[in-house]
């Protein structure tokens, strides 16, 4: 093993030392958005494989509260909704009817919610369904309603999209009309306003020694590490250099 790569391995051995796991058990596509976000914010961090085809998302231990505000700030890691094939799953019960009605609208709820959250600019939300248990044989029905939290980034304006997730959750749920749907907006906050000051206004957690990024809190054991193996690079040079000189003297 060269030098370039000795050095190298030194250098991971102390990045990994300084790193701290972030969410685990991520889809991919997840973990790339994630990881992509955090770089383009300047938080260092890698994707490691996990379990089961999913991914892990490891940062520097100094920016894991800043790491965690940002994902929070855009809606990561993502909700996971039921769908309707986990909600009625096959099993040797039997359900009172009152069960399949409660257990399809949590379906519905939960799959009106995940499609809006697809729509840019929303971070989350949850769809919350009210349909009455009218008599088929009484003149006098209830109707149904429908109410959509959704939380947003603050720099998306979703005031023209209101009419649109409207119409788009009246159309999803029979007997239900445009004026029996709700929808409420709420900005998300922004991750810099729960920062403590000295996160927020931090300078860069990092140096450059010999053209390669180290973390400040890493850089004596950086040196350190360097020593040992300049200590021992050169043990095993001195030490071939005199085998070659004993065979030499031993030769002539």
């Not at 010999?210 to 300049?230: C, N, Q």
């Amino acid at each position: 093993m060269n030098w370039k790569a000795s050095f190298s391995l030194v250098a991971l051995f102390i990045c990994g030392c300084s790193q701290q796991t972030l969410y685990t058990g991520l889809p991919e596509k997840d973990a790339n958005d994630m990881v992509a976000i955090l770089l383009f914010n300047q938080v260092n961090c890698d994707k490691v494989p996990g379990i089961e085809g999913t991914w892990n998302i490891v940062v520097e231990k100094n920016q894991f509260t800043e790491a965690v505000s940002l994902l929070n700030e855009v809606g990561y890691p993502k909700d996971k909704f039921s769908s309707m094939g986990d909600v009625f799953k096959k099993s040797g019960l039997v359900s009172s009817p009152l069960e399949e009605r409660a257990r399809f609208m949590h379906a519905l709820s939960e799959q009106l919610a995940e499609t809006l959250t697809h729509i840019h600019g929303i971070v989350t939300a949850r769809v919350h369904i009210v349909l009455p248990d009218n008599d088929p044989y009484s003149a006098k029905t209830l109707p149904s309603s429908a109410s959509v939290f959704i939380s947003y980034l603050p720099q998306v304006n979703l005031d023209d999209c209101v009419r649109d997730i409207r119409q788009l959750v009246t159309n999803s749920i029979e007997g239900l009309t445009y004026d029996k749907v709700n929808v409420v907006l709420f900005p998300a906050t922004n991750p810099k306003e729960r920062l403590p000051l000295n996160l927020s206004t931090q300078k860069s957690p990092y140096t450059t020694i010999l053209s390669m990024k180290i973390a400040k809190d890493s850089v004596l054991k950086f040196w350190f590490f360097l020593g040992a193996l300049s200590v021992g690079a050169i043990a095993i040079l001195g030490g071939t250099i005199f085998f070659l000189k004993q065979k030499q003297s031993s030769q002539s």
